[in-house]
């Protein structure tokens, strides 16, 4: 099975900052990864899908990068309403693993 | 409006069954790859199951392989979770999710239906 390890698991910042989280796979997985953020008591939402395609909808300020093992998900200006947990997703091979998750709160 | 509506979830003993269900609306239901996914109390997401657009193709997470049943029946729009031999560690808030496009994340989710294993 393919694990995720994402960095930080948690992190705390202050509306306006560039946040970048990372995703790291243990084995390649081309650009089969997707983005979600989930907020208390809400189901997850979609935010980026293969890597760095933007979902319908979602806010520009979020992008996705990377290929292979090592991933990428900036939010160029954090607004109040992204403070929320942030999981990536492998959609290589099954299981389709997720990461641990990246909380991000406010400073 | 595009929209899944689990249901199904109950308080149920260490070794018994149960089935989920999930009704979608306001997409054409057989046109997509199904999924569950599970979030247990205060962790993060667990992938559990997929069908193919016709349920010809299903795969599992290893938790659950040989225990759970995915399946979908597209004429009443609804896909199913039958789980059996359930364990405590299979208490969490379950929800449906439809693939944006093929190995390309889920873009619809439900609003999750909660199993409770115990004694």
């Known amino acids: 099975d393919i694990q995720l390890t994402q960095s930080p698991s948690f992190l705390s910042a202050s509306v306006g900052d560039r946040v970048t989280i990372t995703c790291r796979a243990s084995?390649?997985?081309?650009?089969?990864l997707a983005w979600y953020q989930q907020k208390p008591g809400k189901a997850p939402k979609l935010l980026i899908y293969?890597?760095?395609t933007l979902q319908s909808g979602v806010p520009s300020r979020f992008s996705g990068s990377g290929s292979g093992t090592e991933f990428t998900l900036t939010i160029s200006s954090l607004q109040p309403e992204d403070f929320a947990t942030y999981y990536c997703q492998q959609l290589n091979s099954y299981p389709r693993t997720f990461g641990p998750g990246t909380k991000v709160d406010i400073k | 409006e595009v929209q899944l509506v689990e249901s199904g979830g109950v308080v149920v003993q260490p070794g018994g069954s149960l089935r989920l269900s999930c009704a979608a609306s306001?997409?054409?239901?057989?046109?997509?790859?199904m999924h569950w996914v599970r979030q247990a109390p205060g962790k993060g997401l667990e992938w559990v199951s997929l069908?193919?657009?016709?349920?010809?193709?299903?795969y599992y997470a290893d938790s659950v392989k040989g225990r759970f049943t995915i399946s979908r029946d597209n004429s009443k729009n609804s896909l199913y979770l039958q789980m059996n031999s359930l364990r405590t560690e299979d208490t969490a808030l379950y929800y449906c999710?439809?693939?944006?496009?093929?190995?390309?994340?889920?873009?619809?989710w439900g609003q999750g239906t909660t199993v409770t294993v115990s004694s």
């Open positions: 293969a890597a760095s």
């Open positions: 069908i193919s657009w016709d349920g010809g193709s299903t």
């Open positions: 999710a439809k693939e944006v496009e093929l190995l390309a994340g889920m873009d619809v």
């Open positions: 306001g997409f054409t239901f057989d046109d997509y790859t």
């Open positions: 084995q390649g997985i081309s650009s089969y």
